[in-house]
T-cell receptor, first 114, second 109 residues
């Protein structure tokens, strides 16, 4: 299994631009998570999906952030418009079930907003 | 308001000695605790976990201890090896997993 795949690995953009991060979870996993890692706040859960349905988006910082999961093998996290304070590493993770099951993380996307 | 706290941003330990990473939590509803390990430019990987009904779980060189009355858990690595140098995240679960900020462990030769 290739594991969780994220693209791009690095993204540099200018303030105000739209940014789209992509994730392919492990085949067969029914939960997908988006996290953001910063020095100040550590690893924060932004949103998670179960069977492609968003379950909890309380971690999404503001309306500029949106996430979709159109099918079981693909999810996107979009920031529009992007701001310098959005600079962080964004991780996607997937798991089989939620209770007591480990999450498998992708390698992350390092986003820099200038 | 941090529900999972790792108060030591970094820790240096001599190779072969014991590494102890600490974690405190505030939510008594957490029923499951996990430790993840992260190397640079990689995503976190699961290391070890413990249910709230236990006070100790051991897996090879890694042992996690849970003190529910103190709302404290710790990860012990014995003996520490160079490959253990990484960032370690403590996490706790109620309906979702909440991570601490991480502790960077340096194993010194």
């Amino acid at each position: 299994d290739a594991g969780v795949i994220q693209s791009p690995r690095h993204e540099v953009t200018e303030m105000g631009q739209e940014v789209t991060l992509r994730c392919k979870p492990i085949s067969g996993h029914d939960y997908l998570f988006w996290y953001r890692q910063t020095m100040m706040r550590g690893l924060e859960l932004l949103i998670y999906f179960n069977n492609n349905v968003p379950i909890d988006d309380s971690g999404m910082p503001e309306d500029r952030f949106s996430a979709k999961m159109p099918n079981a093998s693909f999810s996107t996290l979009k920031i529009q418009p992007s701001e310098p304070r959005d600079s962080a590493v964004y991780f996607c993770a997937s798991s089989l079930g939620l209770a007591r099951n480990e999450q498998f993380f992708g390698p992350g996307t390092r986003l820099t907003v200038l | 308001d941090q529900q999972v706290k790792q108060n030591s941003p970094s820790l240096s330990v001599q190779e072969g000695r014991i590494s102890i990473l600490n974690c405190d939590y505030t939510n008594s509803m957490f029923d499951y605790f996990l430790w993840y390990k992260k190397y640079p430019a990689e995503g976190p990987t699961f290391l070890i976990s413990i249910s709230s009904i236990k006070d100790k779980n051991e897996d090879g060189r890694f042992t996690v201890f849970l003190n529910k009355s103190a709302k404290h858990l710790s990860l012990h690595i014995v003996p520490s090896q160079p490959g253990d140098s990484a960032v370690y995240f403590c996490a706790a679960r109620d309906d979702k997993i909440i991570f601490g900020k991480g502790t960077r462990l340096h194993i010194l030769p």
